[in-house]
């Protein structure tokens, strides 16, 4: 016996990849204000992205450099099996299973969402820069025990997160053709 879903209750593709999109602009926005919301976010747009790829039953597409970081993430894991203590060595590894956002995002933000996704990186990254300077100037976070964290808990998370935005920009400024 089949069991099928009464039409109310499904999902269509486009709006499940509709909504997938909404939840990777929303993990986007995320990363320069807090790891941990941005965390459950690219879990949440995985778990969507694994949905529309199993509902329209096709294989996940990876930009070609995603080859190079598999290869990467094999050689860590090796040297991990054969360190001094391979259980802690494997356990620190668990962040290589960020390298999978390179095909979630290759395969969800093609053409005119690439350009979305950038903004909305750039808009909340210049925020995150705001709060940085008012620490700075307005609160005296100026000295080596007290650097401005922005909006992050540590300032080198910080730092390390402004610098990717601002790479975003620059990119944005030198190639973006202007019509």
Not at 132 to 137: D, P
């Given at each position: 016996m089949t069991v099928v879903p009464h039409p109310a209750h499904r999902i269509d593709a486009g709006r499940l990849e509709a909504f997938t999109f909404g939840v990777l602009v929303a993990f986007v926005a995320a990363v320069p204000l807090s790891i941990a919301v941005a965390t459950i976010l690219l879990s949440l747009t995985a778990l969507c992205w694994a949905a529309l790829l199993i509902r329209e039953r096709r294989w996940p597409s990876a930009p070609p450099f995603f080859v190079a970081l598999v290869a990467y993430a094999a050689a860590t894991l090796?040297?991990?099996a054969f360190?001094?203590?391979?259980?802690?060595?494997?356990?620190?590894?668990?962040?290589?299973?960020?390298?999978?956002?390179?095909?979630?995002?290759?395969d969800l933000v093609p053409g005119r969402r690439a350009s979305v996704v950038a903004m909305v990186l750039i808009t909340v990254g210049a925020a995150s820069a705001a709060a940085?300077?008012?620490?700075?100037?307005l609160l005296h976070f100026d000295t080596l025990g007290r650097r401005p964290e922005g909006t992050l808990s540590n300032y080198m998370t910080y730092s390390g997160t402004l610098m990717l935005v601002i790479c975003m920009a620059a990119a944005r400024v030198m190639f973006e053709s202007r019509n």
């Open positions: 090796v040297s991990s360190s001094v203590d391979p259980a802690a060595s494997l356990a620190d590894s668990r962040q290589l299973l960020l390298f999978a956002v390179a095909p979630v995002v290759y940085g300077i008012v620490q700075y100037s």
